[in-house]
Nanobody, 127 residues
Framework: QVQLVESGGGSVQAGGSLRLSCVAT??????????MGWFRQAPGKEREGVAA???????SYADSVKGRFTISKDNAKNTLYLQMNSLKPEDTAMYYC????????????????????WGQGTQVTVS
């Protein structure tokens, strides 16, 4: 099993930037072949997919963040990143990283039930 730990959240003003990190530890053998994703959940709302990156490095994004957020990963460091620019108040949420063994075409759809390992989350607040 993989353990995921997010960091980098905080409070910023609208228009600002944050970079989230997610470090994977434990059974990371083959981790670089997994589908990885960032999700968020605002108070009173359902968890939603934000961005995903598959084993080939192909990325997908929710329409609400396209052009503002960038997902990437460093396989050597077992670390997933989410660069968030031009932040808006509606981006305020708890952000989670997660991993899945789904194929690339499924990974791109960011279906929550397909993601099996989850971090504890990091809070992002935009005012």
């Amino acid at each position: 099993q993989v353990q995921l730990v997010e960091s980098g959240g905080g409070s910023v003003q609208a228009g600002g930037s944050l970079r989230l990190s997610c470090v994977a530890t434990g059974n990371t053998i083959g981790w670089q072949f997994d589908c990885m994703g960032w999700f968020r959940q605002a108070p009173g709302k359902e968890r939603e997919g934000v961005a995903a990156i598959d084993s080939d490095g192909s990325t997908s994004y929710a329409d609400s963040v396209k052009g503002r957020f960038t997902i990437s990963k460093d396989n050597a460091k077992n670390t997933l990143y989410l660069q968030m620019n031009s932040l808006k108040p509606e981006d305020t949420a708890m952000y989670y990283c997660a991993t899945s063994t789904s194929a690339p075409n499924i990974c791109a759809t960011m279906q929550i039930p397909t993601f099996l390992d989850w971090g504890q989350g990091t809070q992002v607040t935009v005012s």
